[in-house]
Every structure is written in C-alpha cells, then in structure tokens.
C-alpha cells in the first residue's frame, strides 16, 4: 500500500501502482473495442503434467507412482497460494511474473521426472484457463482482430518441458529404470542390473504387493491390471462443448459473449474431485473381494485382479454404473475424459508393458488388451449394447461361440461379417449390432473375456458325458 502525494492510497506490485481493480485487471474481453483495455498487472497460469521416463523392471519399481504422490503433496503443501488444483499427475498453478518453476519443481526433477508445461502470460482481466485456447485458435485461423487485442495486452503462450539435470558425459553403465544416471551394479540370483542410487531409494520404499511375486506367481494365474485415467485437455474440451451447447439450446441474448467469457476452471476443479470420489466408490465395492488389490494403497487409479470372467465382467459393470452415477451427461466416446485400461496376461508379463499400454493415448471410454489375442476400445454405449444383445442373452452364446472358432481358424472378418446376416433371423441382436456399425470383432472378443471360461467348463462336462 502507498499514500500518494494527494492522500489517496494505492496498491503497489512490482513497480505498477494502480488506484482500482480495473486498472490492475485491464478489460474483461480479448476482441472487438469494448473492454480491452491493458492492465497493469500481469501473472500466469501454467499447467503441468508430471511424466517420467523411467522403465517398470520389477514390480518394486512401481513405487515411483508413490513417489510421484508424495511430491505433488509435498508442494501443494509447501506452494498453497499458487496451487489451484493438483492429481497425481497434473498441477495448475497461478504464479507471479518472476516466480521460478524450475525453482518449484527442483524435487521431481532431482527424482528424474520430467515436467511438460503449458504456460500462459496475460493481463489478469482475460488471463483463465481456456486463454492458451482461445489465443491459439486465433492464430490458427489467423483471427486478426482477436490477435490485435491480445498482442496489444502482451499475452503470451509457451510450451516448454523440464528436464532434469544431466551430466554432459554419462558413462555407462547408464540406470536399467531411469536412463538418466549412472548405474551401480546389483546382482540377485542370477539376475544382474544397473541400478542408479535414486532408483534404489525409490525400490527400498519397500514392495509394494508382495502377494504378486509369490503366491500369485506360483498359482501361475492370469492377471489382469487396469488404470483408470483421467485426459485434463479433454476435460477443458468437454466443459467448453457442453457449454456451449447449453447456451445454444436456451436462445440466450449475447450467446457469443457468454461464450466468450466462460471460465471452466472451478467446473474443471469439482470435475476432478468428482472423479476422485468415484474412484474411492469403485475400490469400496471390492472391500470383501481377496483376488483384486490396490497394488499402491494411496493410489486408486491402479488395480490388478486374479484375472476370471466373473470379476472382470464385475469391474467393468462397476466402472460403467459408477460413471453414470457421477457423470451422467459427460462424453463417453472418444471425447470422453475418463477411461479405463485394462490389460490381460500371464503373471509373469514385465510390469513395464502393462505401463506402456496404459501410457498409449487415444483412449476411449474403454479399452482392454488381451495379450496376443486381441486389442479394442470401446464406447460406453456400444459396450453397454454388445452387454445387453448379446453377451447376457443365452441364446446367443452358442453363436458367438462358433464365430469366435470360425474367426480363430479363419482370420476373415469378412467371413464373420457373412455368417452374422446369414443368421439374421435366428440371431436378430447379432446382426442389428453390427448394422449400427459395430464391428464384430469387437462382439467377440468381449464375449471371449465374460464367457471365455464358462464356455470351456461347459465344454468339458460335456466331453466327459460322452
Ligand atoms: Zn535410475
């Protein structure tokens, strides 16, 4: 606060005084002449995915993840004012112009991960979260008036990552995890690997599961490990859409300018609280279940069960029921901001690949791999339609029995394609599912993950009878 020489006071930021908040602020509005003018004070909104290169060697490894929740804890502890809202994996923070986020994010970098940043300088009358959008959708179309207003009130965008700091010369042998350091050698059994001291620490934390390593391994059981994730780009998407839509469906006056002026960041904040929440909801329901774990306890994106046809249709069903629980109205397709991944193997299959297959973007709603038989995504409702046509009808199963042999000695799609309309008749929910553009692979193979088992039983009764 200062007095100035007429007695009037005035805040001071940096060397900008100003005498109101709309001086500070500047306009509201980033085109046209109204409301444009520059302000004094400017700050940033920077958004920041934490990402880490490191490689899943065994399954202690996946202590990373606790790591990586410790330190967004431990800096929205320490960075309270700056943080406006922070998952396991992304953090948006409102800074000053002269605060330092190498400064802030120095512990993950010393830990080796790498920080992808978003950066948007701007007047604090326009600067929200959607203003990085807004500005490059203008330069794309190359919107001059809308550019004029935001380079005449020195908004700016930046896209920068932060790397940790590495020696110019790494002499092997280089860390089997990180890839960042120099390993120091470790041998188990007959078992040798480089292993950096970071790593180690990371290791020591202790095992995770230690139930996976043996009496899992020893049944030699098939696993199945899922993550759920949620897409912040297409979270902002999304808001934006249905808001727009909103708007266009209630005819409102200044339709444009409502649009214009939408804030999605404390709908983007309760959109991420909500998903929490459903999370914990999901992991309630397995309370009794001993085959399904948390293989992290703080960390409910990640799970690993005994793999069956009986839970995983439970986990699935779960999912879509929690879903449409908490949002009911949210996309559910490729749009959809949420997914869940799951992932079918052996147990001894590396921890990484499963990690790797969680990592591949382009998500949907849903998307299972079943190791070295089949890969799909699928939308909730075409899952929710091949549920209720056809795997849940036990008229079908016999059917789809039989395509899934044909489709495993033939390999022809097109062969499936025709012997699904030539039993139009006797199988009308068939063939209407894939009239609607479902491809019948996709039939298949959930039938093959939720009846798998009961057709092999049934099977076998039946061999033993003859
Ligand atoms: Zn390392």
């Known amino acids: 606060m200062f007095t100035e020489p007429d007695g009037s006071e005035s805040i001071g930021y940096k060397e900008e005084k100003i005498k109101t908040i709309k001086e500070a602020e500047g306009g509201k509005r980033t085109i046209g002449t109204n409301d444009v003018e520059k302000g004094k004070w400017q700050a940033r909104l920077v958004k920041c995915w934490v990402k880490f290169p490191h490689s899943f060697v065994r399954l202690d490894d996946i202590n990373l993840l606790l790591k990586r929740e410790k330190l967004v804890n431990c800096i929205a502890g320490y960075y309270k004012n700056e943080i406006i809202f922070a998952t396991s994996d992304f953090i948006t923070l409102f800074l000053q112009l002269n605060q330092n986020v190498n ?57 920068r990552y932060l790397l940790p700091e590495i020696p110019d010369k790494l002499n092997p042998p280089i860390c089997d995890i990180c890839q960042q350091n120099m390993g120091v050698e470790q041998i188990k059994g007959t078992v040798r690997e480089w292993i950096c001291e970071k790593c180690q620490e990371v290791r020591d934390i202790g095992e995770p599961f230690r139930e996976y390593g043996t009496v899992w391994e020893e049944e030699g059981v098939k696993v199945c490990w899922f993550k759920f994730s949620l897409d912040q780009s297409k979270v902002e998407t999304w808001l934006q859409n249905a808001f727009g839509e909103y708007i266009d469906n209630y005819n409102f006056k200044h339709a444009d300018i409502l649009k214009e002026e939408f804030r999605p960041l404390a709908l983007q904040i309760d959109f991420n609280n909500d998903y929490k929440e459903m999370l914990k909801d999901f992991w309630n329901k397995f309370k009794e279940y001993q085959d399904i774990k948390k293989p992290i306890v703080n960390y409910d994106e990640l799970g690993v069960f005994k793999y069956s046809p009986e839970l995983i249709k439970i986990v699935i069903e ?84 039989n395509l899934v042999q044909l489709e495993e000695k033939l390999k022809s799609n097109i062969r499936i394609f025709i012997e699904v309309f030539e039993n139009k008749r006797k199988y009308p929910e068939i063939c209407e599912l894939v009239s609607r553009g479902i491809n019948p692979s996709k039939i298949l193979s959930l039938y093959r993950v939720f009846r798998e088992r009961q057709e092999y039983e049934q099977y076998e009764v039946i061999r033993s009878k003859t």
């Not at 970098?109 to 326009?126: K, P, R």
């Not at 029921?321 to 052996?346: H, M, R, V, W």
Request: with cysteine; aromatic share 12%.
């Open 318 to 401: 779960n999912y879509i029921n929690l879903f449409e629980q908490y949002f009911p109205d949210c996309a559910s397709d490729e749009k959809t901001p949420i997914g869940l991944s799951l992932n079918i193997t052996n147990i001894k299959y590396p921890i990484r690949e499963h990690w790797r297959f969680f990592e591949k973007d382009k998500k949907n709603f849903l998307n299972i791999r079943y190791h070295k038989i089949f890969e799909e995504k699928y939308s909730k409702d075409e899952l929710k339609d091949i549920i209720v046509m056809a795997i849940n009808k036990e008229v079908t199963s016999t059917f789809l029995h």
């Open 103 to 159: 400064e802030i994010f120095k512990p993950f970098l010393d830990h080796g991960f790498h920080i992808e940043i978003e950066e948007t300088l701007a007047d604090l009358g326009i600067l929200n979260s959607i203003l990085d959008r807004k500005t490059l959708k203008a330069r794309k179309s190359n919107d001059q008036d809308r550019l004029k207003v935001l380079n005449t009130r020195g908004t700016k965008i930046y896209k």
